[in-house]
């Protein structure tokens, strides 16, 4: 796996066909992770097929997403990504699995992502959306510079400006 750039203890990574597992893992736990993506909770499975797909829907469009590794283990954190908004602002996404919550890994990767994206890219302002329920997540966002701009029932807007 192509390394990008990395942290104090995260190497992120190219997100790659060999991950496909740990995908599987984490964006099929609705406990955990998938509840805060999806705002109702779905009736399947992912497939090894979807994230396939998934995986090379991405790569093809040279998607700004990366997988996040454990650099004393090489264990699969989870995944980070700047969605298109426009070339002066990007969404940030993270989900991190299950058994790497709570060891401070959101906030060392959300600030990295923070330094890459505004060094990379020259962005002006990272925006996201949070689910109103996960309050751990939005104590990562506030934690790293995010304001809350906006809440409705269904999310909680932030952004941070350069």
Same mark, same amino acid.
């Given at each position: 796996?192509? @390394?990008?750039?990395?942290? &104090?203890?995260?190497?992120?990574?190219?997100?790659?066909?060999?991950?496909?597992?740990?995908?599987?893992?984490?964006?099929? &736990?609705?406990?955990?992770?998938?509840?805060?993506?999806? $705002?109702?909770?779905?009736?399947? @499975?992912?497939?090894?097929? &979807?994230?396939?797909?998934?995986?090379? $829907?991405?790569?093809?469009? $040279?998607?700004v997403i990366f997988s996040m590794i454990e650099k004393k283990t090489g264990a699969f954190i989870g995944n980070i990504e700047l969605m298109e908004i426009s070339d002066s602002v990007k969404e940030l996404g993270i989900a991190i699995t299950a058994k790497k919550q709570n060891m401070g890994y959101g906030t060392e990767a959300v600030g990295a992502l923070l330094e890459f994206g505004f060094k990379q890219f020259g962005l002006q302002k990272i925006v996201l959306r949070a689910n109103p329920e996960n309050g751990r997540a939005i104590c990562v966002y506030k934690k790293c510079g995010f304001r809350e701009y906006n809440r409705t029932n269904e999310h909680v807007y932030m952004e941070k400006s350069r």
């Open positions: 796996m192509k @390394q990008i750039f990395e942290s &104090d203890r995260i190497s992120f990574v190219e997100i790659s066909e060999l991950l496909i597992n740990d995908y599987l893992i984490m964006i099929n &736990d609705n406990e955990n992770v998938n509840r805060f993506i999806y $705002k109702t909770k779905r009736d399947r @499975q992912f497939t090894a097929e &979807d994230e396939t797909i998934w995986i090379r $829907k991405k790569l093809e469009e $040279k998607a």
